[in-house]
């Protein structure tokens, strides 16, 4: 009786956890590097059900992960760190080169085509509350550009 009370209680908490775990990821991926290259982009389609944002990533690749955007300020392409990226409900927020995207710098070697770069997400809802979401971005060709950037 006691296994069944535990087991009970261990699934209802993964139900909560499914429950509050509302961001969904497609097609995420990493931009390979040349050697000695010290930096590169991660980038995917995020979309939730409810209003949240993406406040910060990490990555045991290396200690600098950061959430960017690209753009034009003047006739001057500009990239900068941003604090978080809105995810208004029911629509899609694209992280693509020449927007915004995840930043992985300070490499300390080179990111290969094939090798897959682990990746976690972390987001804010409305309420201050915070979750975590694991990715796992595979490396594609230094030409790659995303099927949905429109190149």
């Known amino acids: 009786m006691q296994k069944l009370i535990s087991s009970l209680i261990i699934a209802t ?3 909560a956890a ?12 990493t931009r390979a590097t040349v050697a000695q290259q010290k930096a590169t982009g ?18 045991p690749l290396t200690p600098t992960v950061e959430v960017h955007e690209m ?15 809105q995810l208004p409900a029911g629509k899609t927020v694209e992280l693509k080169p020449g927007g915004y995207h995840i930043m992985l710098m300070n490499l300390k070697s080179q990111v290969k085509e094939g090798d897959v770069v682990p990746l976690t997400l972390v987001f804010e809802n409305q309420d201050g509350s915070r979750q975590t979401l694991d990715v796992k971005a595979p490396v594609r060709a230094l030409n790659h550009a995303s099927q949905h950037s429109g190149h």
């Open 71 to 85: 753009a034009i300020q003047g006739e001057v392409m500009r990239m900068r760190q941003v604090q978080s990226v």
């Open 13 to 15: 908490g993964f139900m």
């Open 42 to 59: 991660a980038f995917m389609q995020l979309s939730s059900p409810k209003s949240v944002q993406l406040v910060s990533a990490s990555s």
């Open 18 to 29: 499914a429950a509050h775990a509302q961001v969904s990821v497609q097609d995420p991926w």
